[in-house]
């Protein structure tokens, strides 16, 4: 992707449950230099046959044009075995992390697969809490060309409480699952309701 290839430090941070009051501190030193942060909470990311820096099994990609950007490492795996299945391979694929505070957002990531002259289109996988999910597909709504899928974890998660990682909070209605998918349909996304579909959504979306 053109942010690795240009030269930017790309710094991920792997570990979960970094207090947010250094995150923040931390972001904003980073904000003075020529860097960006991949999570952290973060599988790490992966360009297959290129390089990898985390966590990920890498076996399980394989070269292609479907870029992801994901919150959750272990929903990025199944919907690269989905696609998999499929004969689709992934271009490059990021997790941002889940906790409340991170380095890199889904909107960044998505306007770096817009200009990548590698991807033909983008999987998003988000989960309850906070308002990325909508914001990014505002943005792709206005500035993307690409088939852009998505799908939001935690659709039967109750209010008011921490679903796994750190930053899966739900703090209003607008923050549910539900919610976030209904409006990134209605933003002209492909939504994908349950993740058994994803690959095949994926499929649908550059099909179209």
């Given at each position: 992707?053109?942010?690795?290839?240009?030269?930017?430090?790309?710094?991920?941070?792997?570990?979960?449950?970094?207090?947010?009051?250094?995150?923040?501190?931390?972001?904003?030193?980073?904000?003075?230099?020529?860097?960006?942060?991949?999570?952290?909470n973060t599988p790490g990311?992966?360009?297959p046959g290129v390089g990898?820096?985390?966590?990920?099994?890498?076996?399980?990609?394989?070269?292609?044009?479907?870029?992801?950007?994901?919150?959750?490492?272990?929903?990025?795996?199944?919907?690269?075995?989905?696609?998999?299945?499929?004969?689709?391979?992934?271009?490059?694929?990021?997790?941002?992390?889940?906790?409340?505070?991170?380095?890199?957002?889904?909107?960044?990531?998505?306007?770096?697969?817009?200009?990548?002259?590698?991807t033909d289109a983008v999987?998003?996988?988000?989960?309850?809490?906070?308002?990325?999910?909508?914001?990014?597909?505002?943005?792709?709504?206005?500035?993307?060309?690409?088939?852009?899928?998505?799908?939001?974890?935690?659709?039967?998660?109750?209010?008011?409480?921490?679903?796994?990682?750190?930053?899966?909070?739900?703090?209003?209605?607008?923050?549910?699952?539900?919610?976030?998918?209904?409006?990134?349909?209605?933003?002209?996304?492909?939504?994908?309701?349950?993740?058994?579909?994803?690959?095949?959504?994926?499929?649908?979306?550059?099909?179209?």
């Open positions: 992707m053109e942010a690795i290839d240009a030269g930017i430090k790309t710094i991920v941070v792997i570990a979960d449950g970094i207090p947010v009051q250094d995150m923040v501190r931390v972001e904003r030193y980073r904000l003075g230099t020529n860097s960006i942060i991949i999570g952290p990311i992966i360009t990898k820096v985390g966590i990920m099994p890498s076996h399980i990609y394989s070269p292609g044009r479907i870029g992801i950007v994901s919150r959750s490492g272990t929903l990025n795996y199944e919907a690269v075995a989905q696609m998999s299945d499929l004969g689709l391979g992934q271009s490059s694929s990021i997790g941002i992390g889940g906790d409340p505070v991170n380095g890199t957002d889904f909107a960044t990531v998505l306007k770096a697969f817009e200009d990548d002259p590698d999987l998003m996988i988000g989960e309850i809490g906070g308002p990325q999910e909508v914001d990014a597909a505002r943005w792709a709504k206005k500035n993307m060309r690409k088939p852009l899928i998505g799908y939001v974890a935690g659709l039967s998660a109750p209010p008011g409480r921490r679903m796994g990682h750190a930053g899966a909070i739900i703090s209003s209605e607008s923050d549910t699952a539900t919610a976030k998918i209904d409006m990134m349909e209605a933003l002209g996304m492909f939504v994908v309701r349950n993740p058994a579909d994803i690959g095949a959504t994926v499929l649908r979306a550059i099909k179209s």
